[in-house]
């Protein structure tokens, strides 16, 4: 989600807490000071307060809980804060009876370590007796699943990921408005064409270092290293050991690209593309104002053109193509994307799982689910909303978006994954300013994934 959704995703996501008086149901007890008629849901808000998407769902799934449920409020209580920032506090909150959360959005990518380190609950005997649990596709279901075979989160939606492009900015520079790149140097040579020929505008926004955080990792890094075809599988993780690869030639070759497009100016300022507010700048200012030309980025843009996103812009489909990132050299399956998503899960710590549990299966309904889905710009993973026409018709680009789940991977987001991903991260960010060459980057991230998996590594 959607850095799932979003990261990554994810942008539009949000921290709040609901207020529940409990009547018809019940909930358990809770920690130091817990009140059993309030229900905590954490959630990520936009830094820029401009993003209301989850917001607006929330409120409607709060009148619809409060009129089944009479005498019961929900009270929202957002949290700002970059992807980074907001897996830090939410891990503070989690630690504690006393500020724990009673639900959480929690990231696909942390959810193993979160699992690890205690701090969530298994849902197992909630949804042994939720039916609508068996519409979930079973990817998704992986996706919240501990290396315990037990399930610690219901997934609300998948993304993927490609490239966006301006079309006015293309028939400038005299590139096709029906562009499908092959191959990574036909991405290279259409920026190349733009900084010659368009000045003034961004050629091509990859996202890179550590200020991004997971976007940087799983929106460029891995949408280049998974479509090098290296270790002819999983180049991060060997299944069969159990161990993480140390850097190769294909994850080299992910660092070159990236070194690549800063070196030649064919990115963002370096200032920029470090600052930890640029995914926000690309969705509300470069694509919509004509300042970018090409931007590898997720499914989930969209939602920040809505009305009432305070980046409204209607004719984004009209003014944007879409066309899948390539695999290197064009080899099989041609093109390449990652996936992810978002789950609401339940604290170990929670004072009241119960009352969250029922506001999350208001929240996962068929009909809610859709809504979110179409709202939040995500690839459904219920597979009766997938099969619904109009959820396939409800936005342009769902259904391009939704065709590159048959080429996608997902992260191995084992309990070590966030300490790798900061290793790729800082290996990126040596190569955007200039600091490191692609080789001691690549050095650079051996040593620090074996200091990340204590050692637990394979030579490629």
């Not at 808000?45 to 998407?53: A, L």
């Not at 064409?193 to 990859?206: Q, S, T, W």
């Not at 290996?427 to 050095?443: I, L, P």
Request: aromatic share 10%; with cysteine; net charge negative.
């Amino acid at each position: 989600m959607r850095p799932h959704r979003r990261t990554t995703r994810r942008s539009a996501l949000v921290t709040l807490t609901l207020t529940l008086a409990a009547t018809t149901l019940t909930a358990c007890g809770g920690g130091s000071g817990s009140d059993p008629d309030t229900v905590k849901v954490s959630f990520k808000q936009s830094t820029d307060n401009s993003i209301k998407v989850m917001d607006t769902y929330l409120a409607d799934i709060k009148k619809q809980f409060e009129k089944a449920n009479p005498g019961k409020k929900v009270e929202f209580v957002p949290i700002k804060a970059p992807d980074s920032e907001y897996y830090t506090k939410l891990q503070q909150m989690l630690r504690s009876p006393r500020t724990a959360p009673d639900l959480v959005y929690e990231d696909t990518f942390l959810i193993n370590s979160d699992i690890t380190s205690g701090y969530l609950k298994p849902l197992d005997p909630y949804l042994a007796k939720w039916p609508d649990w068996n519409r979930f596709v079973d990817t998704a279901k992986d996706a919240a699943r501990g290396q315990d075979g037990k399930t610690y989160g219901v997934p609300d939606g998948t993304d993927t990921r490609g490239l966006w492009f301006s079309r006015d900015i293309f028939a400038k520079a005299g590139l096709p408005a029906d562009w499908q790149p092959k191959t990574w140097d036909d991405v290279l040579d259409a920026a190349r064409a733009i900084k010659e020929k368009v000045p003034g505008v961004i050629p091509l926004n990859v996202y890179t270092g550590k200020p991004v955080g997971e976007a940087a990792t799983m929106q460029t890094f891995e949408m280049l290293l998974y479509g090098t075809g290296d270790a002819g599988g999983d180049p991060l993780y060997d299944r069969a050991s159990k161990k993480w690869r140390t850097a190769g030639q294909g994850f080299e070759d992910a660092l070159a690209f990236v070194e690549t497009v800063y070196k030649e100016k064919l990115g963002p300022d370096v200032a920029d593309a470090l600052d930890p507010n640029v995914m926000t700048r690309v969705r509300g200012e470069w694509l919509p104002q004509g300042k970018l030309g090409i931007a590898l980025d997720g499914s989930w843009l969209p939602q920040d053109w809505l009305a009432g996103s305070g980046h409204e812009w209607p004719e984004w489909s009209k003014e944007l193509g879409l066309a899948a990132m390539p695999t290197q050299r064009g080899q099989a399956p041609g093109k390449v994307s990652m996936s992810g998503g978002w789950t609401w899960s339940i604290p170990d710590k929670a004072g009241n799982p119960d009352l969250a549990f029922e506001f999350l299966k208001t929240m996962q309904s068929k009909t809610n689910a859709q809504k979110w889905y179409i709202a939040n710009s995500g690839i459904a993973v219920r597979e009766d909303v997938a099969n619904d026409p109009a959820y396939v018709r409800a936005q342009p680009g769902i259904k391009f978006f939704t065709d590159l789940v048959a080429s996608t991977h997902y992260r191995p987001a084992f309990p070590a994954y966030p300490k790798v991903s900061t290793a790729i991260q800082e290996a990126m960010e040596g190569v955007t300013t200039g600091d490191m060459s692609v080789a001691d980057a690549a050095s650079g991230y051996d040593d620090a994934l074996k200091d990340a998996t204590d050692n637990q590594v394979v030579q490629k």
